[in-house]
């Protein structure tokens, strides 16, 4: 990873949970790195996550809905890491036009940018395994069919093709990687809207009882931040993910139940499972994991921490640190 | 189509080419139409397509991006067909964001309205068939793999994808029709911004010389317009058809250079071929043409016109009223 050093990096969403490891590991490559956030209370930007780094890059707050800003921040830069989004699925239903602002029309809007100032920009952007909905088959593959199942998803696709679309007309070097559930330190949980992986982490850390709804064999696939961050810099620096989808995803599936029980090997807590309530089942996509041998060959990545080693670490910071995360949570 | 006589039917993008024809259609059927359209001079909307009916109609000029006029405009009515839009790929490339606030951020807006005040109201989109890009595949199935090759592509996608996700959560009743190229009187001649289709024809009549790229081999689907407006009122007349995807299309399919021919036995005009541009070449999509059998067999839809006879009937139309369909177009 040689090739950052030195180099001009934008990342958006920067002090968000992504973001601020992505950060962080740029800094000690030797990169220049700015990062741009909002800093929406409700979601994930927290000035903890880069206390340490704080010095050593540039943080410029603003809204990636902002044009004039993206215009000026883009130019000269020779990476962008497009992280920031709303990622609330939840929270994208109930205010359908405030996703679609910052998911689609700001992407389209931090393109042009990039179009008009500075064309030559590698960009990677942050998508997620949520447009493929309910899987049709297992393992889903980039060529599953997209059946968003939320507004989020919609707007989550729509940001994608923008993309890819920049760089099949514009020739604008990009590449999109669908995460699926990441964990890790630094992850918002402050609330209940960006899915269960906060909500059960919190809850185990806090004590608080659990509750699985069915009998938690739902499978899922898990990526500790450091393999997301690894993915991100390995899409940025090889030419043949340009233009690309890539899933991300892992080796090893695990239910919830799974989940929660090497939750309850570090934490004290209760745990409970409860019949699944008739409005969640409609929506419940079953299980999920991704075929990622896409990225593998073609990138060499293949994620490194097992769950069991990556919830441990978790909940070591969190156990530390967990007050610095807290702020809006009701008690 | 006895049902919907009485009926309240509401129609965006009313004034335009389709929206016309279906508003005529269900004048004649009885129904209680009003039609909506913004007017604005770049787009569809021309008050000659009405004159005849528009005496036995309501027309509400406002735009689809207006959130107050659509929540008054959903209330009280059984049918909503959703036309309107920004239709012109061109037109997405250089102004991206404007063809995003029409495709999706009014789709959204309209969807609101419907959720908040006429969760009953039953919604037919029009849908196209660019969201499908490239084909990898021939004939196109609904399950093909979306692939856009423009901002529009994008943004109509998002557009039906909203329709379908407001049907499985919200309940409210829709179906979307991926429409293939449509050709009719009343189809906007005034500018080339909205495909070949209409340029032919008006060159034609205009006995403007016609160039084909390449050897005007490419195959391509067309539907006459009143066998979309018939594809429209089946699809709200079928609880089948809710929540459905369909694609358009014809069981004949033609090369550009034939639809051309057809063209030149009606009118008098030069033909040449002229080699392929290198940037269109890059963004051509080659063959097209879908597989319409699951509105075939679900809903009983096949286009009863064939091209000779649409064409000879859109050559009638124009012959006589040309004159009131090249307001824009540059002398």
New interface residues.
Partial sequence: MEIFKNKRVLITGGVGFIGSHLARKLVELGAKVTIVDSMIPRYGGNLFNIRDIRDQLKVNFSDIRDASANAHLVRDQDYLFNLAGQVSHIDS?TD??TD??IN??AQ??LL?ACRKYNPTIRLVYAGTRQVYGRPDSLPVTE?H??Q????NG??K??GE??HI?YN??YHIPSTVLRMTNVYGPCQLLKHDGQGFTGIFIRDAILGKPISIFGDGSQLRDFNFVSDVVDALLLSAAQDVAIGKVYNLGHSTHYSLKSFVDILSSLCEFEFNMVPFPEEKKR?DIGDYYSDYSLIKSELGWDPKVSLDDGLAETIRYYKEYIQHYLEEYPA
Avoid: K
């Fill in positions: 239903m359908p036009l679609l602002d689609c029309r389209l809007i042009e060529s069919l997209v968003p199942v939320d507004v919609i707007n696709v729509a093709y923008y679309l099949n007309v929506i």
